[in-house]
């Protein structure tokens, strides 16, 4: 088994299912303890399953990795906390923390509730939020860390029905730019802003009876698979790839993405 993050721990959120998964399972492959953070819920973020998360640790324990599995939610303070409790509890440290945890509540503005609002923005933007908090206490003290976050095309260029959606891959874009012009002396992080990916959970609507779906532009139709999006959050660690100040990933059907690194270090006056 390759071990080029031997020795390293791992927090993946979202990683029961689709993008999360791949990446989860990709580390454990290279070498990392990975904590799978997944409570389980459905796409919209109703319901709970533990054995979702379980299912994932299982597969990589079955193929001679290490991990556990946590079902906190991140859209709470106090569940950022114990997520990364829960790596210093079981591995003793903590090194990488990937956000990938989200759910949807797709529905025009005029239709939208606050409820359906307030999720959204809970999950996808608190949610980075509350466990890349608690991370970064840790990657100060160490003066070591990664943190990889997701982003999307809706949060660059929008997209129809998903306000709540693209506000808060937006506001996850801009919390890591501003993250590292303060922190980012002591820890690295990028963000992915793929524009679509396989998950069995998440498929195109068919269009109302009587109306045909527009043809799709070719490069809209080559989705991202999880693993695929796996190998390029590898590309961001520690010791895989050259320090530069901007990386671009060219993988098989995925379109080519500027991904933000880390920027000049920070100023003594800006450090606290």
């Given amino acids: 088994m390759p071990n080029n993050l031997e020795g390293k721990v791992a927090i993946v959120t979202g990683s029961g299912r689709g993008v999360g998964r791949g990446i989860a399972m990709l580390m454990a492959e290279e ?9 389980g819920v459905n796409v919209d973020g109703t319901g709970f399953d533990q054995s979702i998360a379980e299912v994932v640790v299982g597969e ?7 991990a556990v599995a946590c079902t906190e939610s991140v859209a709470t303070m106090d569940g950022g906390e114990r997520i990364v409790q829960t790596a210093i509890d079981n591995f003793g440290r903590l090194d990488i923390v990937v956000c990938c945890a989200g759910i949807l509540r797709d529905r025009m503005v005029f239709n939208m509730t606050e409820q359906e609002w307030d999720d959204v923005i809970a999950v996808h933007l608190k949610g980075t939020f509350t466990v890349v908090k608690h991370a ?9 860390g990664r943190v990889i976050t997701f982003s999307s095309q809706s949060g660059l260029v929008g997209n129809s029905g998903q306000a709540n959606y693209g506000a808060a891959k937006s506001g996850i874009a801009c919390q890591g730019y501003g993250s590292l ?19 069995p959970r998440v498929s195109r609507r068919d269009p109302r009876p009587g109306r045909r779906r527009l043809p799709v532009r070719r490069r809209w139709r080559r989705c991202a698979e999880p693993g695929s999006r796996g190998y390029r959050s590898l590309h961001l660690l ?35």
């Fill in 31 to 39: 070498g990392a303890k990975v904590v799978v953070v997944d409570p």
């Fill in 60 to 66: 990589i324990r079955d193929a001679g990795g290490t």
């Fill in 136 to 144: 970064c206490i840790l990657f100060r003290q160490q003066r070591s």
């Fill in 181 to 199: 012009r303060r922190d980012g002396q002591f820890h690295r992080a990028s963000r992915h802003h793929p524009h679509d990916w396989r998950d």
């Fill in 238 to 272: 520690p010791g895989l790839r050259p320090r530069r100040q901007h990386q671009r990933a060219d993988l098989p059907g995925v379109r080519q993405h500027r991904l933000a690194h880390v920027t000049a270090p920070a100023r003594k006056g800006h450090l606290d």
